[in-house]
């Protein structure tokens, strides 16, 4: 079996070994180099580093919509192309091309969460179940029918990062069935999604991780885990901007004013919300590092007693 891969982040790398495992990758598609991190360097995507290791011809177009491209595809003729988090658009022209058409690995349990950021809406709603789809593509945006999927809970602790990871295996895992169904020629079977339970997962914005402290402390704690590790929440506290990298919820009754310390101790340091109290475990101030709310406290009290 003949495989056309395409996928950019991390979050595919799994999926393009296992399907490395069940066929032959023809070549991987992946979006330009482009400038990233701190330093703003041009660096590969995840992908391209995981198909260089492998060997594998790569490609990276700015768009599937030109005549080359789709021309290089047909070239390629192959039996199937395979895309997690690729990151443009596949056009009906390139959709046709393979064989049996192109599979896409989805991180939710679809319809639910349609779009750019599933895993991390899943947390933010507070949503207690999650998910993969393997999904048949079609022309819309997520809008395919489900061939196979699996479900994994999402607890009190899970992050993004966390939630991520896990996730990421088990795409790998579903691309690897429904690959080994196809193998011995049986296209899984797929079920249409049910349009009346449809949400949207938008793109994550930096502007969201602004903490605001009248909302209740169940809210701030699952934007600080959904936001973890980016963009990172941020909120002010005692005068001063921080990011926020862990926080929890707490039962208490706060009698005091939204985003006012109540105490700070080596446990955490306690903040009114607008229902109950968020605790911060770890923060980060404008140009240090994360730190302990034990820390927190010991440089607060030196700067006091200057």
Partial sequence: MKVVFAGTPEFAVPSFHAVREKAEVLAVFTQPDRPAGRGRGVQMSPVKQAALAANVPIHQPETLRTPEAQALLRELAPDLMVVVAYGLILPQAVLDIPVHGCWNVHASLLPRWRGAAPIQRAIEAGDKQTGVCLMRMQKGLDTGPVMLQLETPISDADTGGSLHDRLAMLGAQVLRDGLGLLRVGLLPSARLQDEAGVSYAHKLEKAE??????????????????????????????????????????????????????????????????????????????????????????????????
């Fill in 209 to 306: 991780a602004r903490l605001d402290w009248q909302q209740p402390a169940v809210q701030l704690d699952r934007k600080v885990r959904a936001f973890n590790p980016w963009p990172i929440a941020e909120a002010l506290l005692d005068g001063e901007r921080i990011r926020i990298h862990e926080a929890q919820a707490l039962a208490d009754t706060a009698n005091q004013l939204p985003g006012r310390i109540i105490q700070a101790t080596r446990a955490g340091i306690d903040v009114a919300s607008g229902d109950g109290v968020l605790r911060i475990l770890r923060l980060q101030r404008e140009g240090g590092r994360p730190i302990t709310a034990a820390d927190w406290l010991n440089a607060r009290k030196a700067r006091h007693a200057d």
